[in-house]
Structure formats: structure tokens, C-alpha cells
Antibody, heavy 120, light 110 residues
Framework: QLQLQESGPGLLKPSETLSLTCTVS??????????WGWIRQPPGKGLEWIGN???????YYNSSLKSRVTISLDTSKNQFSLKLSSVTAADTAVYYC????????????WGQGTLVTVSS | QSALTQPASVSGSPGQSITISCTGT?????????VSWYQQHPGEAPKLMIY???NRPSGVSDRFSGSKSGNTASLTISGLQAEDEADYYC??????????FGGGTKVTVV
């Protein structure tokens, strides 16, 4: 059974860089035809797609975050990561990692989510 | 990329059917058969309920069904049960090679 687990600092100060890692177990992030992505949810609000990375390394980002976001793969550790620079209070959210099969629209496996709070 | 439009709330009695709409544009919902629906209970991660407009993942009850007409996709829950009370989100692929979610709909079983 595939499992995803987010990890990273839960508290950041404004202007710092958010760095989160998603560790995948029960499957390989190098498997062909899968996308690995990040979604966030501010407290009490809806879901926002941040971006995803194809198994080959191609990346796709939300245009509103593109200038601040980087998603990368670490195949040696079976992990993928999210970096979001210059954070503000508006970036406070639960951050989820998830998987999508290529050629399909469904995010079929999700991590449990991790709360990141930005506060001075 | 603007969020897809969903009603803020929908309610129904046990056993009834309800439908949640998800309206986008020809650049997202209307242009591709890449619409998915997610159920989220409080404090939990979203769960995939429907993908590619009308397909159900293994293990999802057949009381959940999806459809699309033009720029609007719909999720129907038939035989409403107490456990269906949750937030529901739609999502679509876009012409910008990105994905967008709807604002979410709170389903209440009264």
C-alpha cells in the first residue's frame, strides 16, 4: 500500500523559505507515468493546487506561486520536496503531498498533511 | 487561474439524493474530461471519490456518481447517509497545463 508522509518545520517567520519533504513508501517515485504534487489548505478555507513534478523531473506550477515555488525529486531517498520562498502569513496552511497517475485526473494517494504557520 | 465555482452548502435528508455543481470555463471543465471530486472530513486529508468526470476508484460507494455538461460538472450522492456529511471539492485540468480546485461545498445531512 502506497503511503506518503510530509515533514518539515511547522513554524516560520515572514520572508523565510518554507521547505517540506514528502517521503513515499510502498512504491517508487521513479515509476513511469506518475505525477507527485503539493496542495495546500489555509485554516478554514479550500484547497489550492501548488504544483507537481513528473517522474522524469518536469515541473508544473500554479501561476500565482510560480515565482516562489520549486518542486524537486530525490530518487535516492524516494522523496520529493517543496520550497516556497519569501513566505508571509498568507502562506499559513496545511500542506499536503499527493500522487496522480498520468493520463488521469485523480489524486489517488495523499499524505496526512502538515500545518505550517508563518508568524513573527 | 480562478477557482471553480461550487455552492457553499448543500443539505439533504437521509436517503435522499443531492447534486453538487462545479462550474468553470471552456479552458478547464468544459475543455477536458479531467474533472475529479474529493471528500474531506474535518481534520482529515481529502479522499478521491470520482476521477475523469465519472469514474469511481475501487472502494468508493456506487452511491457517488459524476457527470459533466458543457462547463459544469456535477457530483451526485444518492441514498444520502450520515457519513456523507463532509466538504466536497471538485478539481479540473486547465489549458495552462495546471490544475484548479473549486471553493468547496459543505454537505449537511439533516
Amino acid at each position: 500500500q502506497l503511503q506518503l508522509q510530509e515533514s518539515g518545520p511547522g513554524l516560520l517567520k515572514p520572508s523565510e523559505t518554507l521547505s517540506l519533504t514528502c517521503t513515499v513508501s510502498g512504491g517508487s517515485i521513479s515509476s513511469e507515468n506518475y505525477y507527485w504534487g503539493w496542495i495546500r489548505q489555509p485554516p478554514g478555507k479550500g484547497l489550492e493546487w501548488i504544483g507537481n513534478i513528473y517522474y522524469s523531473g518536469s515541473t508544473y506550477y500554479n501561476s500565482s506561486l510560480k515565482s516562489r515555488v520549486t518542486i524537486s525529486l530525490d530518487t535516492s531517498k524516494n522523496q520529493f520536496s517543496l520550497k516556497l520562498s519569501s513566505v508571509t502569513a498568507a502562506d499559513t496552511a496545511v500542506y499536503y503531498c499527493a500522487r496522480r497517475r498520468g493520463g488521469s485526473s485523480g489524486l489517488d494517494y495523499w499524505g496526512q498533511g502538515t500545518l505550517v504557520t508563518v508568524s513573527s | 487561474q480562478s477557482a471553480l465555482t461550487q455552492p457553499a452548502s448543500v443539505s439533504g435528508s437521509p436517503g435522499q439524493s443531492i447534486t453538487i455543481s462545479c462550474t468553470g470555463t471552456s479552458s478547464d471543465v468544459g475543455g477536458y474530461n479531467y474533472v475529479s471530486w474529493y471528500q474531506q472530513h474535518p481534520g482529515e486529508a481529502p479522499k478521491l471519490m470520482i476521477y475523469d468526470v465519472s469514474n469511481r476508484p475501487s472502494g468508493v460507494s456506487d452511491r457517488f456518481s459524476g457527470s459533466k455538461s458543457g462547463n459544469t460538472a456535477s457530483l451526485t450522492i444518492s441514498g444520502l447517509q450520515a457519513e456523507d456529511e463532509a466538504d466536497y471539492y471538485c478539481s479540473s485540468y486547465t489549458s495552462s497545463n495546471t490544475w484548479v480546485f473549486g471553493g468547496g461545498t459543505k454537505v449537511t445531512v439533516v
